[in-house]
């Protein structure tokens, strides 16, 4: 098992900034890829960024990137993702997730309990 921790959502102004961490424990971090996605009120959760096991790859949904920047602490067993120019459409709550082995936008095997990130204009 492996228990995700969300923190560092809150109320922004649009084009402010925020930055999410996720703290991992359970077992070894390195061995997961990492995920952030977000759900709207009243859509489904979508994809927002994923990071390889070492950090050395991301990948980023069409809406996000140039934005939002996803990166890992492996000796902290933390994930990140720092959010720039925040717009109203950013409003959801987000959760990181984690996948053994390989980067992807599907299949997360672990979930955190979400942390709220409400953009206003």
């Known amino acids: 098992q492996v228990q995700l921790v969300e923190s560092g959502g809150g109320l922004v102004q649009a084009g402010g900034s925020l930055r999410l961490s996720c703290a991992a424990s359970?077992?070894?971090?390195?061995?997961?890829?990492m995920g952030w996605f977000r759900q709207a009120p009243g859509k489904e959760r979508e994809f927002v960024a994923a990071?390889?096991?070492?950090?050395?790859?991301?990948d980023y949904a069409d809406s996000v990137k140039g934005r939002f920047t996803i990166s890992r602490d492996n000796a902290k067993s933390t994930v990140y993702l720092q959010m720039n120019s925040l717009n109203p459409e950013d409003t959801a709550v987000y959760y990181c997730?984690?996948?053994?082995?390989?980067?992807?936008?599907?299949?997360?095997?672990?979930w955190g309990q979400g942390t709220q990130v409400t953009v206003s204009s």
């Open positions: 997730a984690a996948r053994p082995l390989r980067m992807g936008r599907l299949q997360y095997d672990y």
């Open positions: 359970g077992r070894t971090f390195s061995n997961y890829a």
């Open positions: 990071i390889t096991r070492s950090g050395g790859s991301t």
